[in-house]
């Protein structure tokens, strides 16, 4: 497709391309279920969806946007937003750093110069996350967590019990995990509630829609365009952006900057959560997985919008800067 003249776009226009980006890719069929716990096998490969949300409240979709899914990695973007919120900037580096890996995202593996997991976006780190909130919040951190997510999306949001149970009866490696960090003391007992925290903060269900709400409102300050409830705060929503424009697609982070150039986070449910900051929030599903674990579909999709509509945030022309005002506001 050739590149489209911004000023004279209108909705049915941003249908248009999302409804090329969906016939583009659907035969495409690259990729494969994640299979590493068994419930994850049983979605439908197929399924297929975009949806985007701005920052005053319109929602364009195409496919499959209303199918849930379980959140699974997306979540320690979120937590981590609310981990900053809860305790601070300063407490929450001291416990785990900004850099990116290099490594696999369930990688046992720290900083060497700090003995901290490298960033909030791999299991070591976000593993330490949810052990500071349970420190923080005892007993009631999972309501309490899934309560904020579901005012970011916009509604109640649940738990998928299956794909818990089997979080839970598979987790050796984070159990390893979270024990190791017990071992360096960089996190404290009681060490089996935060892994619980960590396997439920994944398990929690979501749609495409309900992701791009939950960026539009990462991408509004804080601020739920749909439902007008300030959700986050803003300085937390700063810093959570930029880990997830540098650490928030696995061992791809690096090619994702450089091509879509937008700060993300995917996870091996399928979905993947993108920004546009003060513009827009994007979610994609599909679930067959990239060596990396990232969606391919989703990452094909993302890439034809960040061409098609200037997103990338370094982009030469700042087509992007005016979207909401000038194409998606019609
Ligand atoms: N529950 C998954 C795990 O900890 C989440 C990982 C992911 O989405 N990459 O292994």
């Not at 920004?275 to 890439?303: M, Y």
């Amino acid at each position: 497709m050739d590149n489209l003249e911004i000023a004279s776009m209108k909705a049915s226009d941003i249908n248009h391309v999302l409804r090329h980006i969906y016939e583009t890719l659907i035969e495409n069929q690259d990729g494969a279920l994640a299979d590493y716990i068994p419930e994850l096998a049983k979605v439908d490969p197929d399924s297929f969806g975009i949806s985007i949300a701005t920052n005053n409240g319109k929602l364009f979709s195409i496919g499959d946007v209303e199918t849930t899914f379980t959140i699974q990695s997306i979540s320690k973007a979120i937590n981590y937003c609310i981990a900053l919120e809860l305790l601070g900037k300063k407490a929450v580096l001291e416990r785990v750093g900004v850099e990116p890996s290099g490594d696999r995202f369930n990688a046992i593996e720290f900083d060497p110069r700090t003995l901290r997991p490298y960033n909030p976006m791999v299991n070591a780190g976000a593993i330490t996350i949810a052990a500071l909130l349970y420190d923080h919040l005892g007993s009631e951190a999972y309501e309490y967590i899934l309560d904020r997510f579901s005012l970011a999306a916009g509604r109640q949001l649940k738990l998928d019990e299956g794909v818990y149970r089997s979080e839970l009866s598979t987790g050796h490696r984070n159990r390893a995990i979270g024990h190791l960090l017990l071992s360096t003391q960089a996190i404290e007992e009681p060490v089996d509630a935060a892994l619980d925290l960590y396997f439920r903060q994944c398990s929690i269900s979501v749609s495409a829609t309900d992701l791009a709400v939950i960026g539009a409102t990462l991408a509004n300050l804080g601020q739920n365009p749909v439902t007008g409830k300030q959700v986050f705060d803003m300085t937390a929503v700063r810093n959570t952006l930029s880990v997830m424009f540098t650490c928030g697609m696995y061992d791809y982070s690096g090619n994702w900057a450089h091509d879509v150039g937008l700060p993300a986070k995917s996870g091996v449910g399928g979905g993947i959560l993108g920004i546009v900051n003060r513009q827009l929030g994007i979610g994609t599903f599909s679930p067959r997985l990239d060596f990396n674990g990232n969606s391919v579909r989703g990452i094909a999709s993302f890439k034809i919008l960040s061409d098609e509509f200037g997103l990338h945030t370094f982009d030469p022309t700042n087509r992007g800067s005016g979207l909401v005002a000038h194409f998606f506001d019609h």
